[in-house]
């Protein structure tokens, strides 16, 4: 397993190895000495997926509040993403930041995302699933969500913005320069 850093340190890509022959191929999504052997000591409590059934459908920039605050590492198991961490820790040289990475079930990457950090993906195929572990439940009174296309954070997606879909929850995010972090 591959375990490499992004411009914001904290967040890092996981390729983990293929064995394959003519059956197709194996490979260990998820070890925990691995990961810790890396500077990732999370202890994933919980699995998610998701389907989008359009290209273009964007998710984010979601956060949940502490002490709800997650972790999380994402893959694709259908498709493709195009997958954005914002640094949201006050205290952090790269706070506003933002780092990106294309995942997808041919290029099996995942990205680790640290809490503290806005999470967001837009789908670049359609049917695409995304499955990813979280080290805190789902509480929705610390649920959030920033602006996807705010200019504050001029993230760069990738995609055409007039073919974006998104949710009313993410239509109606709050800006980054009303966001006060949490974190």
């Known amino acids: 397993m591959q375990v490499e850093a992004l411009d914001i340190p904290d967040v890092k890509l996981v ?8 059956r197709g191929y194996f490979c260990e999504i998820y070890n925990a000495r691995t990961f810790s052997a890396a500077g990732i000591d999370c202890d994933f409590i919980q699995d998610n997926e998701s389907f989008s059934a359009a290209k273009g459908t964007l998710r984010g920039l979601h956060y949940q509040a502490p002490p709800f605050a997650q972790a999380k590492l994402v893959r694709v198991l259908s498709g493709a993403i195009v997958d954005v961490a ?17 995942l997808s079930a041919e290029n099996g990457v995942q990205i680790f995302v640290p809490a503290g950090f806005l999470h967001g993906f837009v789908t670049l195929k359609p049917d695409t699933h995304v499955a990813y572990k979280v080290d805190n439940y789902y509480d929705q009174a610390s649920d959030g969500s920033v602006k996807w296309d705010d200019p504050d954070l001029a ?14 929850k993410d239509r109606n995010a709050e800006s980054w320069r009303n966001f006060t972090s949490v974190f």
Do not use: C, H, M, Q
């Open 155 to 168: 993230i760069d997606w990738g995609v055409d913005s007039n073919s974006i879909i998104l949710s009313d």
């Open 15 to 22: 390729t983990p190895k293929r064995f394959g022959d003519e």
């Open 86 to 102: 914002v640094d949201a820790r006050k205290a952090s040289p790269t706070y506003g930041k933002w780092v990106k990475a294309e």
